[in-house]
């Protein structure tokens, strides 16, 4: 990084504190001595300062030599604590090595995410060309012109600190969006007015509020809560029970121009999903609850201009992690996928994590004979590098990562696009354009105009589990994967629970204060979504969207299945989208 460059960071961090030229000047000298960028530096400044006493916390002269000995100490203690886990590993017959490269990774990813940085990590596979790699002269390193992925530049570059929100922060966003919603129905049905559903009233009332249930047990008909917005409960979200009247519900009628709601067979219910009602509050014996007499669909996204067809016809595959069994660590599907995307020959190639999955076996019980950035780039950048040099040199590769990937930077959800070691993402031959895209999770991208949406958690996994679904009386059942990923365009969010089911913790870290990035904004509504789940395969088109769940590269100890997308840009609308489901 060039000193500019780490001035530049130091301004935007320290702020007045380095406009003295001694503490620039030392700060500078910091820097160059730890290998710190500007932005690191001040988060170990701030670490420090935290015990310092009075109320100045500033950075001045005379505590740079305090602060220069604190980070001398704490070089010295890492030093000797990794030796000691080393000598440690070895005592006791441990893959020391394996220790070593496991601890440092997970060490290093942890303070990154933290700090909301990408740290420089040391690898000893090379991504560089010479004269010995397949495919790296001139055939191979020949100027191409690519197929791009383009990330959308609302998320693409999503890196930030986490682990600093307050609870009334997530209360003031929770309560955002249910105003968010509250305007949307407003518009859509003409409605003058939402009423707080507290408050009794003799006549019908139109209410809108997030779904929340009153313990930790699944949510059932019986334990549904509405929280309303703190605009329309005097200040207060006062949570009350909502019954369905005893002759059903229906449907209320949509405007003039409004979506029909015939291919609606009921309503699904689930934690955090956003609802709107016209009813009136009642008593019965354990108090107060609102009576729904009629279920206001939520109004569809609306493009905020004309949807603009794509520009050539083109064919994707889609695969979605993980790549290697649990029985080992040899990534034999890759072998697979290069061998189905040698015969399809896509224009692009989108791949979704986990790459280097910290639930894996062997990687839970430290039993890594290389570390985890060595372990990605051998099993699954190098050889998508010596196919692209060797085969197709045009084909462009989108990565996005997953939550429990240890080649992340950011494990949490939403999680940042930047993955993997620094001569990985650099990489490109030697006469070509970079092959690679990194895209947020979730993540909106375009190829030739036509837009994608895509998470790899198993958003449609959860909300199986979490939905409560009331059937609409004499409605024909309907086809229940296509509700699951109807909720995803009406709840205008690729993960609409709130709170994550207990049971599935462990997969969504979710980060509600950062959530509104999770949305599906009106000016990118995507043409196709995927939704990789345990659950089965699947292709269809719901309410003029292509859904796509591509399953798993793995399916127990065998290769798993991949998602070729055709688009053809002669056609139109969901016709030009075709999507077969190859076994590899």
């Given at each position: 990084?060039?000193?500019?460059?780490?001035?530049?960071?130091?301004?935007?961090?320290?702020?007045?504190?380095v406009?003295?030229?001694?503490?620039?000047?030392?700060?500078?000298?910091?820097?160059?001595?730890?290998?710190?960028s500007?932005?690191?530096?001040?988060?170990?400044?701030?670490?420090?300062?935290?015990?310092?006493?009075?109320v100045?916390?500033?950075?001045?002269?005379?505590?740079?030599?305090?602060?220069?000995?604190?980070?001398?100490?704490?070089?010295?203690?890492?030093s000797?604590?990794?030796?000691?886990?080393?000598?440690?590993?070895?005592?006791?017959?441990?893959?020391?090595k394996?220790?070593?490269?496991?601890?440092?990774?997970?060490?290093?990813?942890?303070?990154?995410?933290?700090?909301?940085?990408?740290?420089r990590?040391?690898?000893?596979?090379?991504?560089?060309?010479?004269s010995?790699?397949?495919?790296?002269?001139?055939?191979?390193?020949?100027s191409?012109?690519?197929?791009?992925?383009?990330?959308?530049?609302?998320?693409?570059?999503?890196?930030?600190?986490?682990?600093q929100?307050?609870?009334?922060?997530?209360?003031?966003?929770?309560?955002?969006?249910?105003?968010?919603?509250?305007?949307?129905?407003?518009?859509?049905?003409?409605?003058?007015?939402?009423?707080?559903?507290?408050?009794a009233?003799?006549?019908?009332?139109?209410?809108?509020?997030r779904?929340?249930?009153?313990s930790?047990?699944?949510?059932?008909?019986?334990?549904?809560?509405?929280?309303?917005?703190?605009?329309?409960?005097?200040?207060?979200?006062?949570?009350?029970?909502?019954?369905?009247?005893?002759?059903?519900f229906?449907f209320?009628?949509?405007?003039?121009?409004?979506?029909s709601?015939?291919?609606?067979?009921?309503?699904?219910?689930?934690?955090?999903?956003?609802?709107?009602?016209?009813?009136?509050?009642?008593?019965?014996?354990?108090?107060?609850?609102?009576?729904?007499?009629?279920?206001l669909?939520?109004?569809?996204?609306?493009?905020?201009?004309?949807?603009?067809?794509?520009?050539?016809?083109?064919?994707?595959?889609?695969?979605?992690?993980?790549?290697?069994?649990?029985?080992?660590?040899?990534?034999?599907?890759?072998?697979?996928?290069?061998?189905?995307?040698?015969?399809?020959?896509?224009?692009?190639?989108?791949?979704?994590?986990p790459?280097v999955?910290?639930?894996?076996?062997?990687?839970?019980?430290?039993?890594?004979?290389?570390?985890?950035?060595?372990?990605?780039?051998?099993?699954?950048?190098?050889?998508?590098?010596?196919?692209?040099?060797?085969?197709?040199?045009?084909?462009?590769?989108?990565?996005?990562?997953?939550?429990?990937?240890?080649v992340?930077?950011?494990?949490v959800?939403p999680?940042?696009?930047?993955?993997?070691?620094?001569?990985?993402?650099?990489?490109?031959?030697?006469?070509?354009?970079?092959?690679?895209?990194?895209?947020?999770?979730?993540g909106?991208?375009?190829?030739?105009?036509?837009?994608?949406?895509?998470?790899?958690?198993?958003?449609?996994?959860?909300?199986?589990?979490?939905?409560?679904?009331?059937?609409?009386?004499?409605?024909?059942?309907?086809?229940?994967?296509?509700?699951?990923?109807?909720?995803?365009?009406?709840?205008?969010?690729f993960?609409?629970?709130?709170?994550?089911?207990?049971?599935?913790?462990?997969?969504?870290?979710?980060?509600?204060s950062?959530?509104h990035?999770?949305?599906?904004?009106?000016?990118?509504?995507?043409?196709?979504?995927?939704?990789?789940?345990?659950?089965?395969?699947?292709?269809?088109?719901?309410?003029?969207?292509?859904?796509?769940?591509?399953?798993s590269?793995?399916?127990?100890?065998?290769?798993?299945?991949?998602?070729?997308?055709t688009?053809?840009?002669?056609?139109?609308?969901?016709e030009?989208?075709?999507?077969?489901?190859?076994?590899?």
């Amino acid at each position: 990084m060039s000193e500019e460059e780490t001035k530049r960071l130091l301004r935007e961090n320290f702020r007045a504190a380095v406009d003295s030229p001694a503490v620039m000047n030392g700060c500078l000298s910091l820097c160059k001595t730890f290998n710190y960028s500007g932005e690191e530096l001040f988060f170990q400044w701030e670490a420090y300062s935290f015990g310092l006493g009075g109320v100045d916390k500033r950075l001045s002269e005379e505590r740079l030599q305090p602060f220069r000995d604190h980070l001398q100490r704490n070089l010295q203690k890492g030093s000797t604590v990794n030796k000691k886990r080393a000598n440690d590993g070895a005592r006791m017959g441990a893959p020391g090595k394996a220790l070593a490269g496991r601890g440092s990774a997970l060490a290093t990813r942890m303070m990154a995410n933290a700090s909301g940085s990408a740290p420089r990590r040391d690898v000893t596979v090379k991504m560089e060309d010479s004269s010995s790699t397949p495919g790296a002269g001139p055939a191979g390193g020949a100027s191409t012109t690519r197929n791009r992925v383009v990330p959308l530049e609302r998320t693409n570059s999503l890196t930030y600190r986490y682990l600093q929100d307050k609870l009334l922060q997530k209360g003031e966003t929770l309560n955002r969006r249910i105003d968010e919603f509250g305007s949307y129905v407003k518009e859509y049905y003409g409605i003058d007015e939402l009423a707080d559903p507290n408050v009794a009233t003799e006549d019908d009332v139109y209410v809108v509020g997030r779904i929340c249930d009153d313990s930790e047990s699944k949510l059932t008909e019986s334990n549904i809560l509405l929280e309303p917005s703190k605009a329309v409960g005097d200040g207060q979200a006062k949570r009350i029970p909502i019954r369905f009247a005893p002759t059903g519900f229906q449907f209320h009628d949509p405007p003039s121009q409004g979506t029909s709601t015939a291919a609606r067979a009921g309503i699904g219910l689930f934690p955090g999903a956003m609802a709107a009602f016209k009813g009136m509050t009642a008593h019965g014996q354990e108090g107060a609850f609102f009576m729904v007499k009629e279920v206001l669909p939520l109004p569809p996204l609306k493009p905020l201009k004309p949807k603009v067809p794509p520009t050539l016809s083109f064919t994707t595959v889609v695969v979605c992690g993980p790549y290697t069994y649990d029985s080992d660590l040899e990534y034999q599907p890759i072998a697979a996928l290069v061998k189905a995307v040698a015969q399809i020959k896509p224009q692009s190639l989108i791949l979704m994590g986990p790459f280097v999955d910290s639930n894996h076996p062997i990687i839970q019980k430290a039993e890594l004979e290389m570390t985890v950035d060595d372990l990605f780039l051998r099993k699954i950048a190098v050889p998508l590098r010596n196919y692209i040099l060797n085969q197709q040199p045009d084909l462009s590769v989108a990565f996005m990562p997953g939550v429990r990937d240890l080649v992340s930077f950011h494990n949490v959800y939403p999680q940042s696009s930047v993955m993997g070691p620094e001569n990985f993402r650099n990489w490109k031959p030697q006469q070509g354009t970079p092959p690679w895209s990194f895209l947020s999770n979730p993540g909106l991208f375009s190829i030739h105009g036509l837009t994608f949406g895509a998470t790899s958690v198993d958003v449609l996994f959860h909300l199986r589990r979490q939905e409560v679904f009331k059937p609409l009386a004499g409605a024909v059942q309907q086809d229940p994967m296509a509700g699951l990923c109807r909720h995803i365009l009406d709840q205008r969010s690729f993960y609409p629970i709130y709170p994550v089911p207990t049971d599935n913790s462990h997969e969504v870290n979710l980060d509600v204060s950062h959530s509104h990035l999770l949305s599906i904004p009106n000016d990118s509504i995507p043409d196709v979504v995927i939704l990789p789940s345990r659950l089965k395969e699947f292709s269809k088109i719901v309410d003029g969207t292509v859904f796509i769940n591509p399953s798993s590269a793995t399916k127990f100890n065998n290769p798993g299945m991949l998602a070729k997308i055709t688009v053809n840009a002669i056609l139109e609308g969901t016709e030009r989208i075709s999507v077969d489901l190859v076994k590899m």
